[in-house]
């Protein structure tokens, strides 16, 4: 229609509009005037989240509402016009500025009424404004040209001739323009219309059309009209995507869920906003596909920042799920089930009431840079609130995650595959609440590997990390301290609580063997004990520190330092374990045990307890002093010392062998052969295992390996050092430098002199001893030369 034509029938419309005016006269306000009224407050109760009391505080919350428009908007008036204006003005009067009861009707060139819903009429209402519907194709809104539509006063307007004009169909874009969104709907509920020209395929929503410039920069803002794409029964065909959107609702206004899709396929949203969603959520979305959120924010919603359900993956970035600190009411921040995988970057889901964010996926879960801190809130007398959670058969990585200061928990995650954490935070989660304790930093379960580099479990009540792992768990660089929690029960009596980090890995009932590994880890200062280690094979503790375990009264005597129960060997070099207030360590294993530079000293009882299965205790250097019992206690075991192990001021003497029934063999070496010729015999694998004894001699000394291999790899190592050795021999003598720094195991074996007579080398083969006789005087072995 020619714009001749167009400023005509507006200018019927206008003069309709100031007749019916006349006839039922409305009281408004001018431009730029402002009624008197007190904007809102609203008072929401909050109980206290300190844990000490049950008592309620009021809040009060003000919102700013929006200045007065020009002329009051008609209640549920779904029609409108606009106005022309001789001079270019910021916004131009739109049907929402008429005045309430004013009835409103469209003539044609004869005088004679066009039906709201025809091409006439839309033309005629029309603006250069929002919204219009353009197609896929289209990246630029041209209303009325390129198989746009003309532009509407409203979303009502905009889908209602959509759906009776199925020349409009497929993939398509709406523009809304930028600022506030004026369209009069107390929603925008796409499932009221008849939309199967469009449903089936992708639709767009962008906000944030500059008329002006065309750009799509902006944020267009709907003010308490919630959205609503699809429903569970009848979801949207296509992709949906909404971009550049701000629903904002008034904290008493507007209930139910800001956003609602249901989408056969995909969901993605880029910039939207959805605040104070009185009753329900910020958004609620159902994909049969995927949900990808991008610098969004959710905060301050009734029962969630994000409800998300998808058949395949999630993917959040640079997002907020959380409350403000002082106008906490959103209950979780984002609650995720799906069946694929889960990507979180970015996200922030702090100071909710119940959890911070709670994944069940169906694959793996990566968090990383994000935050689920300060979750806390009271139902009735009972503490609720967690951090995070992560349910999944499949794998959890772990990165750069801060869950602190909340109620119940910092992270729970709950694998089928392997876990990785690496420079996260789980600290301070506590309910200060001398009657409930529930107060944790990590737990984890796996179906796999565990493995945490540069984590902190600190100041947490009840335990700082308990980590279960069907195979092998490492960890490193990582502090469990200062945990410590007291209770009182209707009597006053104390019940201590807090311990640093409990670890158990393998699984007898599938046979599954797992290995502990821990390096350079502090669990100090906890109530109950620093570490407790479980695992069906070795256990390795280097470089760590479990000190000042204590309840800190005489009457409860609790806090041990280290416990380790293993079916396989422990290794324990160069670690601290003083002043606990029971015992330093206690150590039980099935095969043999190494204490190598180990320190105990300070200990209530004994400094280390270690209990074998007739097995050997290989003990090098360290100290061992100043315990209320014994520096060293030994059951079931033959202890092999070496280097110079300092004993001293212990209060019930320095080394204590309980009584036991093991045979332990004699260490006789093998008579060596004699060789006048001076040459080796020529070492010989067939590759066969079993308990095999190789000799090399010279004229003056002989060396023999005894060592029971678990591999051809073994004998061939063992040959080897063996036959280094008997080539030094030809100049008088091996010294310990020259013997590690020639030994091709060197780099990958755990290697401990025990007397000048014996070297015990413990590799990926197993133990072996090498034995040198018949006389040490040119062996130097006990040390350089």
Known sequence: MSIKVRSSLLSLVIIAVLFFSAIGPTIVYADGGTTTDTPPTETTTECASDGTTNECSSEAVTVEEPAAPAVSAPEGDSSAANEPSAAPVEQAATLSDVPENTTVAVVNAEGQAEPLATQAAAEALATISDPVWCPAAQTTPTPGLNGCTTSFSSFNLLLTFLSINPTYQGAGTIYVQQGAYNGGESSINFNNYTLSNISNASLTIQGGWNISTNDLNGTSTFNNVPIIIGSATNPWGGSVFINNLTLGFNPTGQSGTGLTVNSQVDINLLNVTVTNSATGAGAELNAGNDVNINNSHFDRNKTAGAIIRAKRDVSIRDSTFSNPTNGR???????????????????IANTNRAAGATINSGGRVSINNSSFSDTKAMQGSAFIGYGLQVVTPGAIDINAVTANNNFLWGASLNGGGDVAIANSFFNGNTTASPGFIDDTGLLVTSGGNVSLLNVQANDNRLIGATIKAAKDVAISNSTFTGNKGVTLDSTGKQTFWGYGLQVIAGDP????????????????????????LEANGDVTVSGSDFSGQTSGVTTDQVGRGLEIISGGTV??????????????????????????????????????????????????????SNNGQYGLSITDMKLKPSGTPIFAANGAGDIFENPTTCVFPANTPAAPPVDNTGTDPAPVDNGTPGTVAQTHSTTEESVSTVYSPSSTGAFRDSVAIGSFVAKINNTGSVTLNSFLANSSLAQSTHLGLFTGKYAYVYSMYGMQIFLYSPTLNNVAMVGPQ
């Open 329 to 347: 009411r959103q209950i979780t921040g984002l609650d995720i089930v799906n069946d694929g995988n889960v990507s979180l970057l970015n996200v």
């Open 571 to 624: 290794f324990v070099d160069t670690t601290t374990i003083n002043n606990n207030q029971t015992f330093g360590a206690n150590i039980k294993a099935a095969q043999e045990i190494f204490l190598d530079a180990v320190t105990a000293t300070g200990n209530g009882q004994n400094g280390v307890e270690v209990q074998g299965n007739c097995t050997t205790l290989f003990l090098t250097n360290g100290t061992y």
């Open 509 to 532: 009932a599938t046979s599954t063997i797992g290995n502990i590994s821990l390096n350079a880890v502090t669990a100090s200062n906890n109530t109950l004990f620093g570490a407790h």
